[in-house]
């Protein structure tokens, strides 16, 4: 089997043109927008030409389907709402590239996935949590994005493409290359690094309610400020996890929605999400009663209403060992001594997919370690030296 480097980096150039914006190589492709639904078209062509079958599925994951029993590569094709070119792209063309060698050269038959929404517009790795039966489609659908639009509407707007959710018996295991999204190996100079396990996480809604009122005539000391309560719960979090945590726990509130947001209203209101990470599923558990409490304890000091939204999130994985070993001589047959194994502190659909069949992963390295940003980028020797590993994986699986 032989890969084609060219054809490789045309198609992922290719793929960038969809929702191209920004400065650089960004993109703006977020699940079911024109610009995704179109970029899984083009993808279901090229997934054809390849001699693949594409499917999608009632969720508009897309699979380009080999003949009989198959090892199934891929990644996702939706981006952040501004992203970069290669989060979860390099991950379903480095697999198309692979699958379309393998029918070159008569075998092994590997078949292609893009899973939908794994940025979590609707949830977290909505589409291979679907699939993979880690949420009911009837849980996924009533999950609303950030303007009120259920999953359900949204998932709509493809439902002339679908067909039936597939049997995952058909896939003997599955490998998702993907970019490091992190400053490690762009530090060292490794080119390559094999992941040993994905963290777990946890994500949820939490809301305040105070009282909105006029923010010239209402004194402090009488305000229920919902934006103060967010950031005295900001303060006294990160205080409480200090003896809980460890060097690779990580915890974030990246996005706050105040109501009525003027800027001559007290807030009455405030929704923010709560998400942290770790690789051990008793941490994450000690650190959901410290939200909750923390949360319950701040609603009482400052007269706040207080709601949770559902709890999301998904267990740490330990990657299967034999994918590994395969990706790993890949890695040495392609970088000898110039490789790494990791543990990856970012979710993939990996991990909803490791409850069907065994998985493992790959990683590229990150100028600069920065993703989910327009200036993610890879130098595209490094992405082509990703290919070749997985290349060399495969052809060791047989």
């Given at each position: 089997?032989?890969?084609?480097?060219?054809?490789?980096?045309a198609?992922?150039h290719?793929?960038?043109?969809?929702?191209?914006?920004?400065v650089?190589?960004?993109?703006?492709?977020p699940?079911?927008?024109?610009?995704?639904i179109?970029?899984?078209?083009?993808?279901?062509e090229?997934?054809?030409?390849a001699?693949?079958?594409?499917?999608?599925?009632?969720?508009?994951?897309?699979?380009?389907?080999a003949?009989?029993?198959?090892?199934l590569?891929g990644?996702?094709?939706?981006?952040?709402?501004?992203?970069?070119?290669?989060d979860?792209?390099?991950?379903v063309?480095?697999?198309?590239?692979v699958?379309?060698?393998?029918?070159?050269?008569?075998?092994?038959?590997?078949?292609?996935?893009?899973?939908?929404?794994?940025?979590?517009?609707?949830?977290?790795?909505?589409?291979?949590?679907v699939?993979?039966?880690?949420?009911?489609?009837?849980?996924?659908?009533?999950?609303?994005?950030?303007?009120?639009?259920?999953?359900?509407?949204?998932?709509?707007a493809?439902?002339?493409?679908?067909?039936?959710?597939?049997?995952?018996?058909?896939?003997?295991?599955?490998i998702?290359?993907?970019?490091?999204?992190?400053?490690v190996?762009?530090?060292?100079?490794?080119?390559?690094?094999?992941?040993?396990?994905?963290?777990?996480?946890r994500?949820?809604r939490?809301?305040?309610?105070?009282?909105?009122?006029?923010?010239?005539?209402?004194?402090?000391?009488?305000?229920?400020?919902?934006?103060?309560?967010?950031?005295?719960?900001?303060?006294l979090?990160?205080?409480?996890?200090?003896?809980?945590?460890t060097?690779r726990?990580?915890?974030?509130?990246g996005?706050?929605?105040?109501?009525?947001?003027?800027?001559?209203?007290?807030?009455g209101?405030?929704?923010?999400?709560?998400?942290?990470?770790?690789?051990?599923?008793?941490?994450l558990?000690?650190?959901?009663?410290?939200?909750?409490?923390?949360?319950?304890?701040?609603?009482?000091?400052?007269g706040?209403?207080?709601?949770?939204?559902?709890?999301?999130?998904?267990?740490?994985?330990?990657?299967?060992?034999r994918?590994?070993a395969?990706l790993?001589?890949?890695?040495e047959a392609?970088?000898?001594?110039?490789?790494r194994?990791?543990?990856?502190?970012?979710?993939?659909?990996a991990?909803?997919?490791?409850?069907?069949?065994?998985?493992a992963?790959?990683?590229?390295?990150?100028?600069?370690?920065i993703?989910?940003?327009?200036?993610?980028?890879?130098?595209?020797?490094?992405?082509?030296?990703?290919?070749?590993?997985?290349?060399?994986?495969?052809?060791?699986?047989g």
């Amino acid at each position: 089997m032989k890969v084609n480097g060219e054809r490789f980096l045309a198609d992922l150039h290719r793929l960038r043109e969809f929702g191209a914006a920004g400065v650089g190589k960004g993109v703006v492709r977020p699940a079911y927008s024109e610009a995704d639904i179109a970029a899984r078209d083009w993808l279901a062509e090229r997934m054809r030409e390849a001699g693949l079958r594409p499917h999608f599925d009632p969720v508009g994951n897309l699979f380009g389907l080999a003949d009989g029993p198959s090892l199934l590569m891929g990644s996702h094709s939706d981006s952040q709402p501004e992203g970069g070119w290669l989060d979860g792209a390099l991950g379903v063309i480095a697999a198309l590239e692979v699958a379309r060698a393998a029918q070159e050269a008569g075998g092994p038959a590997i078949s292609v996935v893009s899973f939908q929404d794994e940025e979590g517009r609707f949830g977290v790795t909505t589409g291979s949590a679907v699939w993979s039966g880690t949420t009911p489609l009837e849980t996924a659908d009533s999950l609303t994005d950030r303007d009120g639009i259920s999953f359900a509407e949204a998932r709509a707007a493809m439902a002339g493409r679908a067909g039936d959710f597939l049997d995952p018996a058909q896939f003997t295991g599955f490998i998702e290359m993907h970019i490091e999204q992190g400053p490690v190996m762009d530090t060292s100079g490794e080119k390559a690094g094999v992941v040993s396990d994905i963290v777990g996480i946890r994500d949820m809604r939490i809301t305040f309610t105070g009282q909105q009122n006029h923010a010239g005539t209402t004194p402090m000391d009488l305000r229920r400020d919902a934006f103060q309560a967010v950031s005295r719960y900001n303060t006294l979090i990160n205080e409480r996890f200090r003896n809980v945590v460890t060097p690779r726990t990580v915890w974030t509130i990246g996005h706050v929605a105040l109501h009525p947001n003027a800027s001559s209203i007290v807030p009455g209101r405030a929704t923010f999400s709560m998400q942290w990470r770790d690789g051990d599923s008793d941490r994450l558990g000690r650190m959901e009663q410290i939200v909750r409490d923390t949360a319950e304890e701040v609603a009482k000091e400052m007269g706040m209403e207080l709601a949770f939204g559902p709890m999301l999130g998904l267990e740490p994985v330990a990657m299967d060992a034999r994918l590994r070993a395969a990706l790993e001589a890949g890695a040495e047959a392609v970088a000898p001594g110039n490789w790494r194994l990791m543990p990856s502190g970012a979710l993939h659909d990996a991990t909803n997919v490791s409850r069907l069949m065994p998985v493992a992963m790959l990683f590229t390295p990150s100028i600069g370690g920065i993703s989910h940003a327009f200036e993610e980028d890879t130098d595209e020797a490094d992405l082509v030296a990703g290919l070749q590993v997985l290349a060399e994986a495969v052809d060791r699986l047989g």
